[in-house]
């Protein structure tokens, strides 16, 4: 039976407001044998009921969250995602983290969902903290203007390094923000070669990875990272 897997949507205030999800993170999931279910803003009585009838989660990228929940004001790079969506994401996540077999996977902002929610800071500005880096994290003109390319270093000895079964990989890359103080339980599983951390994960968990990059943006590149996602999914959580 494929395993049916909980996702995320991002949230626009319209008008009308509007609760959305990219056709990548469906189809990534889809093509690895599970079932995308989409995860819109509810009350915490409605997600214990979601996830009694799940077996997995991905949270998804998109802008920021705000600074203020790991204590910092937000600078003039920030672009705050809807209240609605932070709101909720977080709330989410705890349901998840409560339930200690769950398999979760984050993507970029998901990554950082992770690590925030688990009592870690970002980085509000890689350009910022890294001027001298020459390594384009997002597109020339700007995160929101597209994807870019680059390299990632994986860390021997982590579930991401042996998912993946490289030590250099290629990824698909867009986001102005990044792990800084990593949360509480995770382990760093890649960096950038400017010291930016690409990856975390939970090493005492049966999976919950969170990568910076954004895979669904390269399936075939990272199709390994999906289907063992989905597989421990189907191996079932309860």
Known sequence: MKPII????????????EASLQTPYLESIHKSGGIPLMIPPMSDDDVQAVLAKIDGIMFIGGADYSPKRYNEEPDETVKLIDSTRD???????????????????????????????????????????????EVMHASPNGWQ????????NLVKGTRVHEIYGIERLTVSTSHHQAVNAVGKGLTVAAHC???????????????????????????DGSKNLFDKF??????GHK
Do not use: T
């Open 6 to 17: 909980g996702i995320n949507v991002d949230i626009k205030k319209g008008p009308p407001p």
């Open 87 to 133: 709101d909720f994401d977080f709330r989410l996540l705890k349901n998840v983290l409560d339930r200690r077999d769950m398999p979760i996977l984050g993507i970029c902002l998901g990554c950082q969902l992770l690590n925030v929610g688990l009592g870690g800071s970002l980085i509000q500005d890689i350009k910022k903290r890294f001027p001298q880096s």
């Open 145 to 152: 203007d597209g994807f870019n390319r680059h390299d990632v």
């Open 193 to 219: 070669d400017d010291g930016v951390i690409e990856a975390v994960e939970l090493p005492d968990r049966r999976f919950v990875i969170g990568v910076q990059w954004h895979p669904e943006r390269d399936y």
């Open 230 to 235: 989905v597989a421990v999914c189907a191996n």
